[in-house]
């Protein structure tokens, strides 16, 4: 089975820390997608990476950043967190053309900050 | 520009009532169409999804989905819920050109014994 692990389940942060958030997957995916869940709102994208050190905004790319410098591993930053940053953030993966109609979820990590 | 709405937030159902979880969506190109679950605590699995073919779509757990063209919907349905289908589900949909999936807002589906 594919496997997603963010890092962290749960968070608590203070207004202006730098904040870093962790996704591993298992299965050698070219693509990871970072996204926000809020209720009434959905899953909207922020960034996600087709490779290696290649990454594309997604819809709500402002006040984040990502990093990715291995293949299994994405990271987002919150460079300086704020209080509308408070969210559920998931980590998903893809793998190659078969594979890519399938999205495979993390857990999530619940972000408050304070 | 696309995008996917469902249209209602909640929908509360009695144990083994059937269950219709609505879709619309709106895309300028051809798309393909799945449904997530996303069970309390934990992250999205995917349920089913319409990539070609046959317009009705079946998946895990009893679950089904018809694609309608025509009217734009990806509804999806079960004909008797358990109590363990309480969770959140999820519309969304990838156009044949990208990688990215353009999510609803989900329904929240409570099933009442």
């Known amino acids: 089975d594919v496997k997603v692990t963010q890092s962290s389940r749960y968070l608590v942060k203070r207004t202006g820390e730098k904040v870093f958030l962790e996704c591993v997957q298992d299965?050698?995916?070219?693509?990871m997608f970072w996204y926000r869940q809020d209720p009434g709102l959905g899953l909207r994208l922020i960034y996600f990476?087709?490779?290696?050190?290649?990454?594309e905004k997604g819809d709500i790319p402002e006040g984040y950043s990502v990093s990715r410098e291995k293949k299994e591993r994405f990271s987002l930053i919150l460079e300086s967190a704020s209080t509308n940053q408070t969210s559920m953030y998931l980590c998903?993966?893809?793998?190659?053309?078969?594979?890519?109609?399938?999205?495979?979820f993390g857990a999530g990590t619940r972000l408050s900050v304070l | 520009a696309q995008s996917v709405t469902q249209l209602d937030s909640q929908v509360p159902v009695f144990e083994e009532a059937p269950v219709e979880l609505r879709c619309n969506y709106s895309s300028s190109v051809s798309v393909y169409l799945f449904w997530y679950v996303q069970y309390p605590n934990q992250g999205l699995q995917l349920l089913l999804k319409?990539?070609?073919?046959?317009?009705l779509v079946k998946g895990i757990n009893g679950f089904e989905a018809e694609f309608n063209k025509s009217q734009t919907s990806f509804h999806l349905r079960k004909p008797s819920v358990h109590i363990s289908d309480t969770a959140e589900y999820f519309c969304?949909?990838?156009?044949?050109?990208?990688?990215?999936?353009?999510f609803g807002g989900g329904t929240r589906l409570m099933v009442k014994p």
């Open positions: 998903a993966s893809t793998g190659g053309f078969e594979d890519k109609n399938i999205q495979y």
């Open positions: 969304a949909l990838r156009n044949n050109a990208g990688n990215m999936l353009t």
């Open positions: 319409y990539l070609s073919g046959s317009t």
């Open positions: 990476s087709y490779d290696v050190k290649m990454k």
């Open positions: 299965m050698d995916h070219e693509n």
